[in-house]
């Protein structure tokens, strides 16, 4: 049997050795990986290349569907607030992350410049206009206009096809 967790690390370890940043991730499927990734931020220079992100993407693309139903997702730390989202996203059975902040927090710090990791989810609580990032709300009416004619282009429903009912 694969040792699904080791993998990750082993995974993050070469990415730290080749100059990336400590995180990685790997998709099981049925007892199989269905992609992999170490984070590609420093190499890419994009904020965005996780590698939650970055395997979610290759494993939708896979199997053709935004829903990893079925799959077990393991990362190397408890997610951010980017990756945990995606991973609400693709509707996954099960994500396990092999350290969680705080004991991995001494080592490496990531905080950006409207949060901090510690403070992020009291501040994504906030009303948006009280939030730190300046946001300001535009309201169009043809904007709203998109998603009536996405419905009628959807035969009238306003849930994406094959999305897995809440829990």
Known sequence: MVDFAARTIDIARRNVAEGGRPFAT???????????????????????AHAEILAIREACVRIGTEHLLGTTIYVLAH???MCLGALYYCSPDEVI?????EDYQPHYVDDRKYFEFDTF?????KPWQQR??????????DAVEVYRFWQDRNGGSSRVAGAPPPV
Do not use: W
Not at 97 to 101: D, E, I, N, S, V
Not at 121 to 125: I, K, L, P, R, S
């Open 132 to 141: 730190r990032l300046p946001m300001r709300y535009e309201p169009r009416e």
């Open 26 to 48: 790997v998709i099981v499927k049925d007892g199989e990986v269905l992609a992999e990734s170490p984070n590609r931020v420093a190499q890419t220079h994009d904020p965005t």
């Open 97 to 101: 992350f092999l350290t969680a902040r």
């Open 79 to 81: 997610p951010c607030p």
């Open 121 to 125: 989810y009291a501040e994504f609580a």
